[in-house]
């Protein structure tokens, strides 16, 4: 079994930074491209930003310029720098991760449960 956990979300003012962190923990032999994928409420979820496992990073154009998405291979943990915050960044932000089990024959897709950020005054 693999698991993905993020954390760092909460309540930032326009302007504002975060830092959200994504774990993956479990069975697992390698992991591909890691990113995170937000969704506000009635809306699709879309891309904001991936990783892979040499360091290529490909961001929504929404963000770029002011997110920055970065991993630490041996910690298995993919983060996301969120500078100059908007209210229209508000949603849900999940972190997604390309795995390759242990004994498994091809890798597969995991999600975290996500967690909520809030720009707001």
């Known amino acids: 079994q693999v698991q993905l956990v993020e954390s760092g979300g909460g309540l930032v003012q326009p302007g504002g930074s975060l830092r959200l962190s994504c774990a993956a923990s479990?069975?697992?032999?390698?992991?591909?491209?890691m990113g995170w994928y937000r969704q506000a409420p009635g809306k699709q979820r879309d891309l904001v930003a991936t990783?892979?496992?040499?360091?290529?990073?490909n961001y929504a154009d929404s963000v770029k310029g002011r997110f920055i998405a970065s991993r630490d291979n041996a910690k298995n943990t993919v983060y996301l720098q969120m500078n100059s915050l908007k209210p229209e960044d508000t949603a849900v932000y999940y972190c997604?991760?390309?795995?390759?089990?242990?004994?498994?024959?091809?890798?597969?897709?995991?999600w975290g449960p996500g967690t909520q950020v809030t720009v707001s005054s």
């Open positions: 990783v892979t496992s040499g360091g290529t990073t």
């Open positions: 997604t991760a390309n795995i390759w089990e242990r004994l498994a024959t091809r890798p597969y897709d995991y």
């Open positions: 479990g069975n697992i032999f390698s992991i591909n491209t």
